[in-house]
């Protein structure tokens, strides 16, 4: 079993930068991708980035390509998302998942693992 703690959000103007971590307890040999999602009050839930383990690829997802970063730190098992050029619509409780890699026409990540999210409110 993993476990996973979120923390870095807060409140920020338009333009402005934050840093989310991800720090997984537990089981974490098991995993193989971890990823940002993200969820605005009356909206579907929106990958943001996924970073595969064990060859270290990234996938973003459009909306915030060029302006988010996601990265990883094994040996403190951490996994982190910096934040730039921040928008009002990037507003949403922010939430990490990890799970096992697996590949059906395109590489996916099945989660099994979910934190509780960290709130990003972003100001115009």
């Known amino acids: 079993q993993v476990q996973l703690v979120e923390s870095g959000g807060g409140s920020v103007q338009a333009g402005g930068s934050l840093r989310l971590s991800c720090t997984a307890f537990?089981?974490?040999?098991?995993?193989?991708?971890m990823s940002w999602l993200r969820q605005a009050p009356g909206k579907e839930r929106e990958g943001v980035a996924t970073?595969?383990?064990?060859?270290?690829?990234?996938d973003y997802g459009d909306s915030v390509k060029g302006r988010f970063t996601i990265s990883q730190d094994n040996a403190k098992n951490t996994m982190y998302l910096e934040m730039t050029s921040l928008k009002p619509e990037d507003t949403a409780m922010y939430y990490c998942?990890?799970?096992?890699?697996?590949?059906?026409?395109?590489?996916?990540?099945?989660?099994?693992?979910w934190g509780r999210g960290t709130q990003v409110t972003v100001s115009s």
């Open positions: 998942a990890s799970g096992y890699r697996r590949w059906d026409g395109a590489l996916l990540c099945n989660y099994n693992s």
């Open positions: 537990g089981y974490t040999y098991s995993i193989t991708c």
């Open positions: 970073v595969y383990t064990v060859d270290s690829r990234i």
